[in-house]
């Protein structure tokens, strides 16, 4: 995801900042070999220019001001061209034309890939290696789904990472052979622009969560041990719960809910009683909703594994020592999953009734003759939901089942404060003493 490839970038940018006296650090005996690495920091730094492009471009269309307008100008004709130039603008242009003016290339995969024996070279090639994997981070596809203000957090990052590459040129000014970026200055003070503009507004650090996931996979091999098999089958379930399950099968599915939820509220209470108590009364809804689900039929789907998963866990749970000590970590994953399965069942349901694979249970009216028989059997029949909001399991979902929208994290995190820091760092006695490496 973003959040780590960003966050790679921004902990090797802040470590280069802290690092002085560069000529001493680029270790080689002539000057041609300090030459070839002032190159191959070149290429890296060429990486992660191309990188702060392309994420520009992707930000740009939603990023906009946080500034006050201009007043404008009566000689100038209304819409002309400049009138509505921002600073995420600014700095795209000013980083265009710092890649196009630049004679390095990009550094190639196995320069990515290849460990350098100098400490600070290869800081630059951890930080080109994250730019390269951001990539697919904030790729058009990804750009599609951002809002806007998670693009302004991610124009507060560019401008960030484009300051530290302003003031490292500087440094590196005396490396022999090095080339200085094109109009330095007019990055610097639009790259500081636009961190003010963004500062102005309310970012979205939830930028962290987009980008590339690998596929979640079914946990296979040994049950675990305690609690992490409880929590291995809990997870299972989720990935089998992919596919519809029958009426039948997602009764037996929510069954297996109440009862995890109310065997695990014991564990939870001698943690944390509020997770406790949420997890008893999710008990209790699914408790309504598999009384609910018993007037619903179909025959679509399938489910068996994702039952079987189910009954997995509630064994399991059944198993466990009553002094067992689950940790908080183990706790907040099975309440991620929770919340997970509870949106998948929620969405099953309320598909499965709208698009006509589950069936209300009536009754009809029939007229009882003399026959003698002892038990008279009633009349039932499935017939299609005309609408869904006259169902009370509808109703159950949207009201209880469904995970209520908790607010994002709104934190910048550290790595942003840590940068943030080594931006305005400065040597504690003077130019001549030298900041030890962190």
């Known amino acids: ?64 001001s946080n500034m006050p307008p201009a007043q404008p100008n009566p000689f100038r004709a209304v819409g002309s061209r400049g009138s509505h130039l921002t600073a995420a603008s600014e700095l795209a242009r000013a980083i265009d034309i710092a890649r196009q003016q630049s004679s390095a290339r990009p550094a190639s995969t196995d320069a990515l890939a290849k460990p350098n024996a100098n400490p600070m070279v290869d800081r630059w090639r951890l930080a080109a290696r994250a730019a390269a994997l951001a990539e697919h981070d904030t790729s058009e596809q990804v750009s599609a789904q951002m809002t806007a203000p998670q693009a302004q957090a991610l124009v507060g990052d560019v401008a960030a990472l484009t300051q530290a590459l302003v003031v490292l040129d500087q440094r590196y000014k005396n490396t022999p052979g090095w080339e200085p970026l094109a109009q330095s200055a007019r990055l610097g003070w639009a790259s500081l622009a636009a961190a003010l503009d963004v500062n102005l507004g309310q970012p979205d650090y939830t930028v962290d969560h987009l980008g590339w996931r690998p596929q979640t996979k079914v946990l296979t091999g040994p049950v675990r041990p ?124 309320e598909d499965g009734v709208a698009h006509g694979a589950f069936f209300k249970r009536v009754t009809l009216p029939r007229l009882v003759g003399g026959g003698g028989q002892l038990v008279r059997p009633v009349r039932e029949r499935f017939v299609p939901v005309t609408s869904a909001t006259d169902l009370a399991l509808v109703k159950t979902v949207r009201e209880r089942v469904r995970p209520k929208d908790e607010p994002p994290m709104a934190t910048p995190g550290p790595t942003r404060v840590d940068l943030h820091s080594a931006l305005i760092h400065r040597p504690t006695t003077g130019g001549a003493v030298d900041v030890p490496n962190i």
């Open 226 to 349: 305690g609690i992490l098999g409880v929590l291995q089958a809990q997870h299972n379930l989720v990935i089998r719960m992919k596919p519809v399950p029958n009426a039948t099968n997602l009764r037996l599915i929510v069954d297996s809910q109440r009862l995890v939820s109310a065997h695990l509220a014991p564990y939870a209470a001698r943690i944390d009683e509020r997770l406790a108590e949420r997890w008893a009364e999710r008990a209790d809804t699914y408790s309504v909703v598999q009384k609910e689900l018993r007037e619903i039929g179909g025959l679509l789907g399938k489910g068996g594994l994702a039952v079987a998963e189910g009954a997995n866990a509630v064994a399991r749970l059944k198993a466990l020592p009553k002094d067992t000590i689950v940790e908080p970590r183990v706790l907040s994953g099975f309440q991620l999953l929770f919340s997970r399965l509870d949106d998948r069942i929620a969405d099953v349901i």
């Open 1 to 64: 995801m973003y959040g780590e490839t960003g966050a790679a970038m921004r902990a090797e940018f802040a470590a280069l900042l802290r690092q002085h006296r560069i000529q001493q650090r680029l270790v080689g005996t002539t000057a041609e070999e300090r030459e070839e690495l002032g190159g191959l920091i070149r290429t890296y730094r060429q990486s992660v220019i191309v990188w702060l492009g392309q994420a520009m471009r992707a930000a740009s269309p939603l990023a906009f």
